[in-house]
């Protein structure tokens, strides 16, 4: 038994706003009532894991090195989504594109990229509404959480790697180097529920002989230990209680 990915998680400034912004980008529901620290949102498809969203005041610095790429089954269902996007309150924006490149960049009223990819990618052909979690990121790392999850690898060339849920769902992708620069901690990253018949303390210790790292508490909350992956991006096993 491997741990779950339960959640991604997004740091915001305003939880609410965000959780709202998202659950009408993607018809996903809220689950249970937010407070001012937090909300969440569940997925109505196969969809492994639900997206939560907790408040913090830090600056985002930078491009974040995880997003979101959605699918679209016809360019006008690429442009409605991209209307959809834009009328709960994302923008357009330069990460590089070319102008030959079929998937439109936006991001969230907090400043978090997405892209929305064109239709008749086959490499998310199976994939939802959510294709993938892109992440910048080694092919150590693919690695890891190939194991850390138990999630098979789907690509793997020129250190470029995917894995993606027995189950379905969209894959995580990691792109290889270059690697972006770090600009302190990430605004988005995962969380994990271990086995649930299993040894905590034994599946934390798992994750540390696979090459993650442990940072302490997650973020002074008793029920979340915080560590590192082998780049250096944080993610928190949740504990019982």
Same mark, same amino acid.
């Given at each position: 038994?491997?741990?779950?990915? %339960?959640? =991604?998680?997004?740091?915001?400034?305003?939880?609410l706003?965000? &959780?709202?912004?998202?659950?009408g980008l993607?018809?996903w529901?809220?689950?249970?009532?937010p407070?001012?620290?937090?909300?969440?949102?569940?997925p109505?498809?196969?969809? !492994? %894991?639900r997206?939560?969203? =907790?408040?913090?005041?830090?600056? $985002?610095?930078g491009? #974040?090195?995880?997003?979101?790429?959605? *699918?679209?089954?016809?360019?006008?269902? /690429?442009q /409605?989504?991209?209307?959809?996007?834009?009328?709960? @309150?994302a /923008?357009?924006?330069?990460? !590089?594109?070319r102008?030959?490149?079929?998937h439109?960049?936006?991001?969230?009223?907090?400043? #978090?990229?997405?892209? =929305?990819?064109?239709?008749?990618?086959? %490499?998310?052909?199976?994939?939802? %509404?959510i294709? &993938?979690?892109?992440?910048?990121?080694?092919?150590?790392?693919?690695?890891?959480?190939?194991?850390?999850?138990g999630?098979?690898?789907?690509?793997?060339?020129?250190?470029? *790697?995917?894995?993606?849920?027995?189950?379905?769902?969209? $894959?995580?992708?990691?792109?290889?180097?270059?690697?972006?620069?770090?600009?302190?901690?990430?605004?988005?990253?995962?969380?994990?529920a271990?086995?649930?018949?299993g040894?905590? /303390?034994?599946?934390?210790e798992?994750?540390?002989s696979? @090459?993650?790292?442990?940072? !302490?508490?997650?973020?002074?909350?008793?029920?979340?230990?915080?560590?590192?992956?082998?780049?250096? #991006?944080?993610f928190?096993?949740?504990?019982?209680?």
């Amino acid at each position: 038994m491997t741990s779950q990915l %339960f959640a =991604v998680c997004f740091d915001a400034s305003r939880p609410l706003r965000l &959780a709202q912004f998202w659950s009408g980008l993607l018809g996903w529901a809220p689950a249970g009532v937010p407070d001012g620290d937090a909300a969440e949102i569940l997925p109505i498809d196969d969809t !492994g %894991f639900r997206i939560r969203f =907790v408040q913090s005041q830090a600056e $985002k610095t930078g491009q #974040n090195r995880l997003h979101f790429d959605l *699918t679209s089954t016809s360019p006008e269902d /690429q442009q /409605q989504t991209v209307a959809r996007g834009v009328g709960l @309150g994302a /923008q357009h924006i330069d990460v !590089g594109q070319r102008p030959e490149d079929g998937h439109v960049v936006l991001a969230d009223p907090e400043g #978090n990229e997405f892209c =929305v990819i064109e239709p008749g990618n086959s %490499f998310l052909a199976e994939c939802g %509404f959510i294709g &993938a979690l892109a992440c910048d990121g080694s092919q150590e790392v693919g690695y890891f959480w190939s194991k850390a999850l138990g999630w098979p690898l789907v690509w793997d060339q020129d250190q470029e *790697t995917a894995i993606r849920s027995p189950h379905g769902g969209p $894959k995580i992708t990691w792109g290889g180097p270059p690697l972006m620069p770090r600009t302190g901690r990430n605004r988005l990253h995962f969380e994990l529920a271990p086995p649930v018949h299993g040894d905590r /303390q034994a599946e934390i210790e798992r994750l540390l002989s696979l @090459g993650a790292s442990r940072i !302490g508490s997650g973020g002074g909350d008793e029920h979340r230990v915080a560590m590192l992956d082998p780049d250096g #991006n944080e993610f928190c096993v949740l504990t019982p209680g």
